[in-house]
């Protein structure tokens, strides 16, 4: 697709719209450096003019002093002053430098905090939008750097602007329309360059998808997770064409862009080259003609063809601010996106003791048509363990994931002791809450600190990792690994033990425990790595554990799910049957059969 073709919203960011948020990102980050960066800016600024005032008075002094020895000292004075102010732009040169290599560290780190800051805000909603997730990326893309670049170039327009009002001062005595051709010569070759600069950012945004794939496909391609599969299925051709295919689509893209930006940007160059010369002309001729000494003729060549380039650095810094704010609005736009009103309060319920009532709850997914659920009508006591029941996509992880409030029902109430999630605190209800899913995370940070997340305000304590390590029935094999509750798990960092599956789901269930607050255990198919005698006997231990609370177990091994005080039926997101396992059997519905099914398999 050609960039004409793109399309054209650029989200209204004018050239200086972010221009202030940004200093006032970068003034906050450091505010001695960005004053020091200001003024090294300013003066660095101004000794550009002061350093061809100086040559012309050299050349002056010299062409005066030929046959003359005793003004062979002002000469040698004037040579002395313009290398003192030559010494003071380059110090002033490096001092920028500086400023900018240590602001663009600690920006970088403060923008990307507050890039996590605000995934931290999101509803699992947002994180499961493809949209979303193309902002996020873009922002992460470059985000992180266009703060300071805009700054710089506000900077570096400063600079420049100082330098060319200087320039113009001094060439203002020889004429003012040379001043003016100065100005002039160097627009064609800007809009030309904000035109492109507009273009690229508009093939940026409309390619992020393109972008994400890629970045899969390494992820794919490069993890230790994914290469068992990638080799077994001879993947890795595959995947990677499908990696060289994306480039080559977006390689034309930029080098269609490339091309026609450079080959404007060389023809409308010569209008200021052109322009440059025809003033060389203009100037020479008058030297000879006596209208201006040899000293000014130098200068006002210096002043001109300087005065050139600095009209050309405004005008680029100009462009590259509008491209800066372009880029800008793809931070902020990610930024300012609205966060789930966590409005409740609630620490504890109206009629503590009560557990969790379901009551009408129906829920679909955010673009999609088909709930998940449909009119859950249940109430979980505590000191009562539950078993759900159900075909993979049947609903129950999604009933789990409206319990522990990373989703809202669309309709219909759950209540924790009397009191509506949406009226909890979202840190007070969590704490109620330990969950094992089956996709838990295997952090690569070491044993005591995989338990220890469970509750992050004791996640060094090592005391609360063995007592949570023996309630998951882990501390017999940590106990053997090489340094114990310190050995840093995967395999990303140096030392790094990998542990089995069935380890992993004990470290998990571990972790479940490392919250003593919570008095709701969920297992979502915490033990599928496990023989079934080993979740048979895991479960029980976890019963006895458990007693006084409310437990929910997701299993398809029904020599477990029997265990439970109530099994609970999902068909098609909906409650079909419920009651103990012998009320179930006697009824010869669906749990019957899948189990009948499942026993027969073992005969």
Sequence with gaps: MQPDALPQKTDGAGVLRYAGRALALVWSTNKTLTVVFALLTLATGLLPAAIAFVGQLIV???????????????????????????????????????????????????????????????????????????????????????????????????????????????????????????????????????????????????????????????????????????????????????????????????????????????????????????VYAWIGISTMRGAISL??????????????????????????????????????????????????????????????????????????????????????????????????????????????????????TIELDGTDLRDWDPQHLRRRIGVIFQDFARYQITVGENIGVGDVERVNDPAGWSKAAEQGMADAFITELPAGYDTQLGSWFRDGQELSSGQWQKIALSRAFMDSHADILVMDEPTASMDAAAEAALFEHFRKLTNDKITILISHRFSTVRRADQIVVIQNGRITERGTHAELMALRGHYATLFSLQAEGYR
């Excluded at 923008?111 to 699992?124: P, Y």
Aim: hydrophobic share 45%; aromatic share 10%; charged share 20%.
């Design 295 to 412: 000293g000014e003729m130098t200068m006002y060549l210096l002043v001109f063809r300087q005065g050139q380039t600095a009209v050309a650095a405004c005008l680029s810094a100009i462009g590259g601010m509008y491209e800066d704010n372009l880029y800008l609005s793809n931070l902020y736009e990610y930024l300012e996106q609205s966060s789930p009103d966590a409005s409740g309060q609630a620490a504890r319920g109206e009629k503590p003791g009560d557990g969790v009532r379901f009551t009408g709850v129906r829920f679909t997914y955010p673009g999609s048509r088909r709930p998940v659920l449909h009119d859950i009508n249940l109430h979980l006591r505590p000191g009562e363990s539950f078993a759900l029941v159900g075909e993979n996509g049947a609903g129950k992880t999604t009933l789990i994931k409206l319990l522990t409030g990373l989703y809202t029902p669309n309709a219909g």
């Design 60 to 278: 002056d002094a010299v062409v005066a002093a030929i046959g003359e020895p005793a003004l062979y000292r002002q000469a040698l004075i004037y040579i002395g002053i313009e290398a003192v102010l030559v010494a003071l732009v380059s110090a002033g040169s490096r001092g920028i430098s500086m400023c900018q290599s240590l602001l663009r560290a600690q920006l970088g780190h403060r923008v990307n905090v507050l890039i996590l800051e605000k995934a931290q805000e999101l509803s699992m909603t947002q994180f499961e939008d493809s949209e979303f997730y193309d902002k996020l990326t873009r922002a992460r893309r470059e985000a992180s750097s266009r703060p300071l670049s805009l700054v710089n170039r506000t900077f570096t327009l400063m600079q420049n602007a100082v330098t060319l009002t200087s320039y113009a001062v001094l060439l203002l005595q020889f004429s003012a329309w040379a001043v003016l051709i100065l100005f002039i010569a160097g627009f064609p070759s800007f809009f030309a360059e904000t035109k492109f600069a507009g273009d690229a950012f508009r093939l940026f945004r409309w390619r992020s998808p393109e972008s994400r794939m890629q970045m899969y496909l390494e992820t794919v391609l490069a993890r230790e997770d994914h290469a068992k599969e990638v080799k077994l299925f001879r993947l890795g051709p595959l995947f990677l064409q499908r990696y060289r295919d994306i480039f080559s689509r977006l390689y034309a893209e930029d080098r269609s862009l490339t091309l026609r930006r450079e080959t404007w940007g060389l023809v409308l160059g010569l209008v200021a080259t052109a322009a440059f010369y025809a």
